[in-house]
């Protein structure tokens, strides 16, 4: 297999994912600005969000994968299908369980989450209304997590990847065709989660079903918890589970931070998280996602030249892509929402207040990027304890810097906080991948950041003339102009850059890596 073909093809999926993504945030802000409706609907969403990212996608890719493959390599078609059915039935009922508990509790769950919506009359029982609509969803999604988890062992990438767009459809359908109906517009947005999360999970069946692992889901999780492999991924998954709620509970504690700055705040935030998320899943997530399979084989091969090797390339992808990505969020970010978000109802000044959370992710955004690619140097080998550490100590350093950042920067200075806290994440965890051998530097990365630091600098001076000698905002009226004059830069930004890197003779040819 070719890792960079592969980083391709998830890249494309994941690119097609946050260019609808995108569509429907811009849809959303047309439709209801940035407002009570859209904090308690953000707010509301969050919480499901977090779970899924504790529970599913998070925890239990983690603990699941490293030992699927394990089963794959070892023990043949037969464990490994008992294994994924064992494994769906204990998931389903579980989350079922917890889905009910959230309806119920749905009151206490948005208190906790965002207190300070508590005084509003308007937003608060909005939330509380759609947490107990969208709570199922946690269901569904982490089925879909399983699916892709096995899709990926057997090195299908694209219909895991492809999957999320669904849910970006379900959203648009929802905001353009169905919201004008009704007589609360919001609720539509909270109906199109649920129909997402099941497109999601349906579109991965072909590709289960081509390779015999459609999961079976049982009537008695009693005796599926009993299935040795379960028992294996459960005890991965508790230390994983709290490697990835710290990361949520700071993402807790800011959203009810933010939801006492004042109205609008915790949507400012969600709209800036929108544009980082586009970076950090076209590299991040992806190539997390394709290095975590080829990882966890070269540890049950027992061949650690080819896993230091796999975290070599990983890094320097991550560098090369991530820097350019990292300025143009700092540089560019008043622009990039103007042009994509500056429509309808989100007007002037919410552009200003994204921009500054946005331009302050840009400071931590090489971080939150490598903790994507360092932390699976632990989880494949099956250590998940140490992200753990590294996790609580960031917490608290995140949080501490919040009562520094957020008199300052008010809203932006929780998206510095949280950036700042993602790079000290990301050196602790390369300290620990160093000191335990696990990753060894191959020769060249000197030569290879003078490269690229100088395409950097000289990239952030034209980025920041662009950005200075054009009324962005002032182009609201002439939209399609702005969007062709922000595809032009960006094309320009590219050539520019890539084209830096040719001229001080870097060596591309290194990134066509093969992998078993």
Same mark, same amino acid.
């Given at each position: 297999m070719n890792l960079f073909r592969a980083l391709l093809t998830v890249s494309g999926f994941t690119l097609l994912s946050r260019v609808t993504g995108l569509a429907r945030e811009t849809l959303i802000a047309r439709a209801f600005g940035a407002s009570q409706f859209t904090d308690a609907f953000y707010v509301a969403f969050r919480i499901p969000n977090l779970l899924r990212r504790i529970s599913a996608e998070g925890a239990f890719s983690q603990a699941f994968v490293p030992i699927l493959a394990?089963?794959?390599?070892?023990?043949?078609?037969?464990?490994?299908?008992?294994?994924?059915?064992?494994?769906?039935?204990?998931?389903?009922?579980?989350?079922?369980?917890?889905?009910?508990?959230?309806?119920v509790g749905a009151s206490g769950v948005v208190f906790v989450v965002a207190s300070g919506l508590a005084h509003d009359g308007q937003a608060y029982p909005l939330a509380v209304t759609m947490t107990r609509i969208m709570f199922p969803?946690?269901?569904?999604?982490?089925?879909?997590?399983?699916?892709?988890?096995?899709?990926?062992?057997?090195?299908?990438?694209?219909?895991p990847a492809f999957a999320p767009v669904l849910l970006n459809v379900a959203f648009i359908v929802a905001a353009v065709f169905v919201a004008p109906h009704m007589k609360t517009p919001v609720y539509a947005l909270a109906w199109a989660v649920i129909v997402g $999360? #099941?497109?999601?999970?349906?579109?991965? @069946? !072909?590709? /289960?079903? +081509?390779?015999?692992?459609?999961?079976?889901?049982?009537?008695?999780?009693?005796?599926?918890l009993a299935h040795r492999g379960v028992k294996r991924v459960l005890s991965k998954m508790v230390p994983a589970m709290f490697a990835v709620s710290v990361a949520q509970i700071s993402l807790i504690i800011n959203t009810n931070i933010a939801s006492r700055i004042g109205p609008g705040a915790?949507?400012?935030?969600?709209?800036?998280?929108?544009?980082?998320?586009?970076?950090?899943?076209?590299? $991040? #997530?992806?190539?997390?996602?394709?290095? @975590? !399979?080829? /990882?966890? +084989?070269a540890h049950v091969d027992a061949d650690p030249h080819e896993y230091s090797s796999l975290l070599d390339w990983g890094l320097r992808v991550t560098f090369l892509l991530a820097a350019p990505s990292a300025i143009a969020l700092f540089f560019f970010a008043e622009p990039l929402t103007a042009t994509l978000f500056h429509y309808g109802k989100f007007d002037a000044h919410s552009v200003v207040m994204v921009g500054r959370a946005l331009a302050a992710y840009g400071v931590g955004l090489i971080g939150l990027i490598l903790i994507k690619i360092l932390a699976p140097g632990f989880y494949a080998k099956q250590d998940i304890k140490t992200p753990v550490k590294i996790g609580?100590?960031?917490?608290?350093?995140?949080?501490?810097?919040?009562?520094?950042?957020?008199?300052?920067?008010?809203?932006a200075g929780l998206t510095l906080s949280v950036g700042l806290g993602a790079c000290m994440n990301a050196l602790l965890l390369f300290i620990g991948l160093r000191r335990r051998g696990i990753y060894m530097p191959s020769s060249g990365w000197l030569v290879f950041f003078v490269q690229m630091i100088g395409a950097c600098l000289v990239l952030a001076g034209v980025m920041h003339w662009f950005?200075?000698?054009?009324?962005?905002?002032?182009l609201h009226a002439q939209p399609l102009a702005r969007i062709?004059?922000?595809?032009?830069?960006?094309?320009?930004?590219?050539?520019?850059?890539?084209?830096?890197?040719?001229?001080m003779g870097f060596k591309y040819a290194y990134f066509r890596r093969r992998v078993k």
């Open positions: 394990e089963f794959k390599n070892q023990q043949g078609h037969d464990a490994t299908k008992a294994l994924v059915d064992a494994t769906s039935t204990v998931l389903a009922w579980a989350l079922a369980i917890l889905s009910l508990i959230g309806v969803y946690i269901v569904f999604i982490s089925l879909t997590s399983l699916a892709s988890g096995v899709l990926n062992t057997y090195k299908n990438f694209s219909l $999360g #099941v497109l999601q999970f349906l579109v991965q @069946l !072909p590709g /289960l079903k +081509k390779i015999d692992m459609v999961p079976r889901i049982g009537w008695n999780p009693v005796r599926a915790v949507s400012w935030i969600n709209y800036a998280d929108r544009l980082m998320e586009f970076p950090t899943a076209l590299l $991040g #997530v992806a190539l997390g996602t394709i290095l @975590l !399979p080829s /990882l966890s +084989k609580v100590g960031v917490l608290v350093v995140t949080q501490l810097s919040n009562f520094v950042f957020v008199p300052i920067f008010a809203h950005a200075i000698s054009f009324d962005w905002i002032g062709v004059l922000l595809a032009a830069c960006l094309v320009l930004f590219a050539a520019l850059y890539f084209g830096m890197l040719w001229l």
